[in-house]
């Protein structure tokens, strides 16, 4: 109760104040960006096309979109890619926010963009999503500083299969919220394939982390 209320009130101060440093800088070809490019590598089958739409939810500070950005290009002619975190304005210790970190990974990069936004607040339609560590309980979401309001899991997945055209990839952590996010594409009459244990030698967790893959289903 006292973590939600100091949530609500942090939550209210920095989507007002979005304060950040200003120039950040990194390495686009950091380790997250290549675990990613190895997941996806491994685990989302992809043919070739001419153009592309992707969306990435909850990116955080977007460090690992290079890796996105690289596996989906070799499959089209153009790509869009976009992100969409709703706590954009969090700061790090050394006061550079999300969304500042994120300005840095996207900036040489065609047609990616980065929203600080709701997924909800967002109704393009995409051919391809991915989503990594989506909140299926309410702890870690309070751990993670934002809102209990925010926590709505089957909303959040009804909404991004709606904005689906062909695949999605959603990982997990841990086996239990393996178990919750498969109870809740079944609860929604998501079609999936369970992907099981997801391994890449480039980057290993305590946890181990679960894939489901999904396939829109168009009704014909
Ligand atoms: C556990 S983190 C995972 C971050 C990142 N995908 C990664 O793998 O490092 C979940 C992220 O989803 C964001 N998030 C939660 N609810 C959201 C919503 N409704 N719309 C957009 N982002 C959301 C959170 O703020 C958080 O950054």
Redesign the pocket.
């Known amino acids: 109760m006292f973590e939600n209320l100091k949530n609500n009130f942090d939550f209210y101060i920095r989507s007002f104040t979005k304060f950040s440093r200003k120039n950040y800088s990194g390495n686009p070809d950091n380790i997250e960006s290549k675990y990613l490019f190895d997941i996806l590598d491994k685990y989302f089958p992809m043919d070739d096309k001419e153009n592309v739409s992707v969306l990435d939810?909850?990116?955080?500070n977007w460090a690992y979109v290079k890796g996105e950005y690289d596996f989906f290009s070799r499959y089209c002619n153009f790509l869009k890619l976009d992100g969409?975190?709703?706590?954009a304005y969090r700061m790090n210790s050394d006061f550079y926010s999300r969304y500042e970190i994120a300005q840095f990974y996207i900036k040489n990069l065609d047609n990616v963009r980065y929203y600080p936004d709701?997924?909800?607040n967002i109704n393009d339609q995409y051919d391809y999503i991915i989503w990594?560590?989506?909140?299926v309980t309410p702890y870690?979401l309070l751990r993670?500083g934002?809102p209990e309001k925010?926590f709505m899991p089957e909303e959040?997945l009804e909404h991004a299969y709606k904005l689906l055209n062909k695949q999605m990839l959603i990982i997990n952590q841990g086996v239990d919220e393996a178990q919750i996010q498969k109870k809740m594409l079944e609860v929604l009459c998501i079609k999936y394939k369970d992907l099981g244990v997801i391994k890449s030698n480039i980057l290993e967790f305590k946890n181990d982390r679960y894939g489901f893959l999904i396939q829109k289903q168009t009704g014909f």
């Open positions: 939810i909850g990116s955080k969409v975190e709703i706590d709701n997924l909800l990594i560590l989506p909140f870690p993670w934002l925010f959040l």
